[in-house]
C-alpha cells in the first residue's frame, strides 16, 4: 500500500520559517512535490522533484522555498514566510506507472 505523511505545519511570524517533511512509502515515484490551497482559493502547486533531482517552483515561492528528495522522503524547507503563504499544504508523488497520491495535508499559517 501507498502512504503519504506530511508534518511540521504549524504558526509562523512573517519572515520566519517552516519545515514540512513528506515520508511516502509503498512505491517508487518519479516526481514528488507539494500543492497549496488557501481558504477560499483553488488548489496551486507550489514545488516539484524529480527522481533525478531536477526542481521547479511557483514563481510566488521562488527564492524562498527549497524542496530536497531522499528516495520517496522528501522536505519543504519554507523561509521568509508571508502572510499570503498561509494554507494548507499536501504532499503529492506520482509513480512511473501514471498514479498520483496525495497526503492528508498540513496546516501552515503566517500570523499578520
Known amino acids: 500500500q501507498v502512504q503519504l505523511v506530511e508534518s511540521g505545519g504549524g504558526l509562523a511570524q512573517p519572515g520566519g520559517s517552516l519545515r514540512l517533511p513528506c515520508a511516502a512509502s509503498g512505491s517508487i515515484f518519479i516526481s514528488m512535490g507539494w500543492y497549496r490551497q488557501a481558504p477560499g482559493k483553488e488548489r496551486e502547486l507550489v514545488t516539484t522533484?524529480?527522481?533525478?533531482?531536477s526542481t521547479n517552483y511557483a514563481d510566488s515561492v521562488k527564492g524562498r522555498f527549497t524542496i530536497s528528495r531522499v528516495n520517496t522522503n522528501n522536505t519543504l524547507q519554507m523561509n521568509s514566510l508571508k502572510p499570503e503563504d498561509t494554507a494548507v499544504y499536501y504532499c503529492?508523488?506520482?509513480?512511473?506507472?501514471?498514479?498520483?497520491?496525495w497526503g492528508q495535508g498540513t496546516q501552515v499559517t503566517v500570523s499578520s
Open positions: 503529492t508523488a506520482d509513480t512511473f506507472y501514471g498514479r498520483r497520491y
Open positions: 522533484i524529480t527522481s533525478g533531482g
